[in-house]
């Protein structure tokens, strides 16, 4: 992997990752930009105890532009867009419009493919391990800022979720912060810990779930499965065998089977309701979020007896349609109380996970 680190007209930084070591970057971008100006401010919750980013300037991003001008494709001679170069294999950059800056945080964008009409499951595998290590050196980057307690990775796929822009990309946030949701979990660990005189609860919860009937993909260093309690009505948890708090910890074994487990983990969800076309068809492509849990950079002094390295990595993979044309919404008891209530057991959905094997 080669790594070329540039700044975009109005001083954002961006970085081309390349599998070829000869890759040469040198386009500028020529753009009149003003710099950019944010509001962002991190707000506790003195009830709940959560943050909340409060981000007005977010309200004039670019929305389901036509794809003749879309900013995550290369440039052209005749239009210029995020991207100085005419071509990439993967480009970081930080967001024009960031949910989290300066001391609040960072918001970075991960394009994955040049390509406007592909998908992440249409990557080959040298590409899908490329997108690895540019997660993983952003991690290792990003876990350096004084500001950044927590580095989150994670991609939205279809209009369904909300996706304001169809290239195929993701996102990576720093928060300033432990999540809410990573703080339930080291509370979750913690307690496990206490009760069972010095024992893992992922361990304890990888190891239960690999001897059940909700494995849907069992590797030699990876193991996909739907949780006991899934929140989702078609959810996954993938987890490396060898339990590491965060990307860094991957050993090199782990990283080179992950594109073709996680590729093949994609491409079911992609089967589950029937593939349409990507230009019209009955069924679009399933829409879905994949969210890589990370330890936080932080200390945890709040979480007895936890360290980093009990927390384990994981990607969370999830999609919002619960049947063929009908999307699960999360109305009064889900937005209103934080209590799910799935429509799709979860032994159901692994079996049916398990039947569009390729």
């Known amino acids: 992997m080669k790594k070329t680190s540039t700044r975009l007209a109005d001083g954002r930084e961006l970085i081309y990752y390349d599998v070829r070591d000869d890759a040469v970057r040198t386009a500028a971008d020529s753009r009149p930009l003003d710099p950019v100006a944010t509001t962002s ?6 009830l709940l105890g959560d943050s909340v980013a409060i981000a007005s300037h977010r309200q004039g991003r670019t929305y389901h532009p036509p794809a003749d001008e879309c900013p995550l494709c290369p440039s052209t001679g005749g239009r210029r867009t995020e991207v100085p170069d005419s071509s990439y294999d993967v480009v970081v950059f930080e967001n024009r419009f960031p949910s989290l800056a300066g001391d609040a945080g960072r918001c970075e964008v991960v394009c994955f493919t040049p390509d406007h009409t592909a998908s992440f499951a249409d990557l080959t595998e040298e590409q899908a391990a490329l997108v690895l290590d540019a997660w993983t050196d952003r991690t290792a980057e990003l876990s350096h800022l004084p500001s950044v307690a927590q580095v989150f990775c994670f991609e939205n796929r279809g209009a369904e979720i909300g996706v304001t822009l169809g290239h ?4 990576i946030y720093a928060y300033p912060f432990v999540t809410p949701r990573t ?6 660990l913690a307690e496990h810990r206490a009760a069972t005189e010095g024992r893992n609860l992922f361990d304890d919860v ?15 260093h990876w193991v996909a499965f739907v949780p006991y309690a899934a929140h989702w009505p078609y959810e996954v948890h993938l987890y490396p065998k060898r339990r590491v708090p965060d990307l860094l910890g991957l050993d090199e074994a782990a990283r080179t089977e992950f594109p073709q487990v996680y590729l093949e983990l994609l491409r079911r969800f992609d089967r589950i309701f029937g593939k349409g076309e ?10 879905y979020i994949a969210a890589w849990h990370q330890a936080p950079f932080t200390a945890l002094p709040e979480f007895e007896g936890v360290n980093r390295d009990d927390f384990a990595l994981h990607l969370e993979l999830f999609t919002i349609r619960r049947t ?7 109305a009064g008891s889900e937005s209103g109380m934080s209590v799910f209530i799935n429509d799709v057991p979860p032994e159901a959905a692994a079996q049916r996970l398990r039947e569009v094997a390729s």
Request: net charge negative; charged share 35%.
């Open 41 to 46: 401010e991190v707000r506790r919750d003195p």
């Open 183 to 188: 703080a339930l979990m080291l509370r979750s």
């Open 168 to 171: 195929p990309h993701g996102q």
């Open 324 to 330: 063929s044309g009908k999307l699960k919404f999360l």
């Open 278 to 287: 990507r230009e019209g068809g009955a069924e679009p492509p399933t829409p």
């Open 206 to 220: 990888l190891a239960e779930e690999r001897a059940g009937e909700r494995v849907v993909l069992d590797a030699e």
